[in-house]
């Protein structure tokens, strides 16, 4: 179907809305949970089809021409109408049940997200929970996984969903250790996704070296051991009894901690009300994940 014929769908009108909010693409798709790359050429899609601009691109951001802020005013009226025909049928609809596959990493599961499943639990009884964990991507597209909890900078485009947080990273390591003369304790080759903090880690003599670790989880299990000293997540090395952090977050280290499903499931009930449960309670952890408020 040309741009032309096309019928304006409501991801459309959101994207209008998010760009007119935020000013910017990058920060539209972001708040969309797409890639910039998308979002442009959508709304290219998008005037293409109606036959006239609705952004007026200046060095300051986008900002709408009068066929923009009608497009944005309507997607507030629709999203209006939405949330009170939610309100209204709420308690109509059958509670959410079934099987709901989330892959993640272990150390993600361990330092973070149990706690977060366990209310989840509490709340939906109805849904069974189907954990993987691991350091391999999961294809979601061949449905094996429904959601992925994630640190990536660069998600599949085929997926959808959002950046919850930016994952801090610090110097972690057991009381008394001292930063000059410690020994180390570096990713193996199954971490070998952290190729920034491998490339940081490079100038380390090799003598000084104690193991190499496979997952995030060994990793901060020799550290508290008092193998040697290492970069972890701050998630974890600020929640773990007797780790020290020995230096402040480090800047070039931080990944970006992505919520993701397929399209085709993201408006399924038992995905949706876990994607928002997460969303949710990741939201009010990220001092820890980004570093800035260590737990007690």
């Given at each position: 179907m040309?741009?032309?014929?096309?019928?304006?769908?409501?991801?459309?009108?959101?994207?209008?809305?998010?760009?007119?909010?935020?000013?910017?693409?990058?920060?539209?798709?972001?708040?969309?949970g797409i890639h910039h790359s998308t979002a442009f050429r959508r709304l290219g899609q998008i005037e293409a089809m109606l036959g006239c601009p609705l952004f007026e691109r200046r060095r300051a951001g986008y900002v709408p021409t009068?066929?923009?802020?009608?497009?944005?005013?309507?997607?507030?009226?629709?999203?209006e109408d939405i949330t009170a025909v939610t309100r209204r049928l709420a308690g109509q609809v059958p509670s959410p049940a079934g099987e709901v596959r989330l892959a993640t990493s272990d150390s993600l599961l361990a330092d973070l997200l149990l706690p977060m499943l366990v209310r989840f639990r509490a709340a939906h009884p109805a849904i069974r929970l189907d954990v993987i964990t691991g350091n391999t991507a999961l294809n979601?597209?061949?449905?094996?996984?429904?959601?992925?909890?994630?640190?990536?900078?660069?998600?599949?485009?085929?997926?959808?969903?959002?950046?919850v947080a930016r994952i801090a990273w610090a110097l972690y390591g057991t009381a008394g250790l001292a930063v000059e003369t410690a020994a180390w304790v570096l990713p193996g080759e199954g971490l070998r996704s952290l190729k920034t903090l491998r490339r940081h880690q490079a100038r380390i003599a090799p003598e000084r070296i104690a193991g190499r670790f496979d997952s995030v989880l060994a990793l901060s299990g020799a550290i508290r051991a008092g193998l040697?000293?290492?970069?972890?997540?701050?998630?974890?090395?600020?929640?773990?009894?007797?780790?020290v952090r020995l230096s402040p977050p480090v800047a070039e280290l931080a990944g970006t901690l992505w919520l993701l499903?397929?399209?085709d499931l993201r408006q399924?009930?038992?995905i949706r009300v876990l994607l928002d449960h997460l969303a949710e309670e990741i939201t009010l952890c990220r001092p820890l994940v980004e570093g800035t408020s260590p737990a007690a």
């Open positions: 040309s741009d032309s014929t096309r019928a304006m769908a409501w991801d459309d009108v959101r994207l209008i809305d998010a760009i007119a909010r935020e000013g910017s693409l990058p920060a539209a798709a972001a708040r969309l009068q066929a923009g802020e009608e497009m944005a005013a309507l997607a507030k009226r629709v999203d979601l597209s061949r449905r094996d996984a429904d959601v992925a909890l994630r640190a990536s900078d660069a998600p599949p485009e085929t997926l959808v969903g959002r950046r040697g000293i290492g970069h972890l997540p701050c998630f974890v090395g600020d929640t773990q009894p007797g780790l499903t397929h399209p399924t009930p038992r």
